[in-house]
Nanobody, 121 residues
Framework: QVQLVESGGGLVQAGGSLRLSCAASGSIFRINAMGWYRQAPGKQRELVATITSAGSTNYADSVKGRFTISRDNARNTVALQMNSLKPEDTAVYYC???????????????WGPGTQVTVSS
């Protein structure tokens, strides 16, 4: 099993910035994609940004140009720099990894517990 620990959420005014971090630990042979998803009250969980092991990134249209995802393969960490935050960015943000454990025949997914981001207007 892989454990994910998130940090960096909080309350910020519109236009401000926050940086989320996520560290993966456990029986990890290889981490494939890492990413961030979010879920606002009454809404489905949605993709925010993902990054492959090679560094290719993908962003939701709503965050392009404002958010930047990055990862440190040596430390098994992923970060999300969020700038120009808007009230509609308010949500619980979840870290996600797709990985291969040692002595495993297939890739698996793991989710962090979530961290609250609140943007006030």
């Amino acid at each position: 099993q892989v454990q994910l620990v998130e940090s960096g959420g909080g309350l910020v005014q519109a236009g401000g910035s926050l940086r989320l971090s996520c560290a993966a630990s456990g029986s990890i042979f290889r981490i494939n994609a890492m990413g961030w998803y979010r879920q606002a009250p009454g809404k489905q969980r949605e993709l925010v940004a993902t990054i492959t092991s090679a560094g290719s990134t993908n962003y939701a249209d709503s965050v392009k140009g404002r958010f930047t995802i990055s990862r440190d393969n040596a430390r098994n960490t992923v970060a999300l720099q969020m700038n120009s935050l808007k009230p509609e960015d308010t949500a619980v943000y979840y870290c996600h990894v797709n990985y291969r454990a040692f002595v495993a025949a297939y890739d698996q997914n793991s989710w962090g517990p979530g961290t609250q981001v609140t943007v006030s207007s």
